[in-house]
């Protein structure tokens, strides 16, 4: 069974910066994406940015400018920078792998708070 583990969240301030990082137990293949999504309490778990095999990325619009999503299906990795921090971007942030467009894999998340 793959595992994700993300790491790299925390807590800072209005206009500070983390970076995310999530990484697979093992090697996957047939990566179709790599993606990253935001849960906020109280809200579902919505699609904050996400890569595909062949490099094109997408984000929602309240990120875009300010999170960069970067992925190498070769060592199964997938990072989120995220700058200009909101404190609307607080939530569990959880990376999710699908392969095959068929097997979906999730994290286990990792919380951001931004205060202002």
């Known amino acids: 069974q793959v595992q994700l583990v993300e790491s790299g969240g925390g807590a800072v301030q209005t206009g500070g910066s983390l970076r995310l990082s999530c990484a697979a137990s093992?090697?996957?293949?047939?990566?179709?994406?790599m993606g990253w999504y935001r849960q906020a309490p109280g809200n579902k778990r919505d699609l904050v940015a996400r890569i595909m095999a062949d490099g094109s990325s997408y984000y929602t619009n309240s990120v875009k400018g300010r999170f960069t999503i970067s992925g190498d299906t070769a060592k199964n990795t997938v990072e989120l920078l995220m700058n200009s921090l909101k404190p609307e971007d607080t939530g569990v942030y959880y990376c999710?792998?699908?392969?095959?467009?068929?097997?979906?894999?999730w994290g286990e998340g990792t919380q951001v708070t931004v205060s202002s």
């Open positions: 093992r090697s996957m293949y047939s990566i179709n994406s």
């Open positions: 999710k792998v699908t392969i095959n467009n068929v097997l979906t894999y």
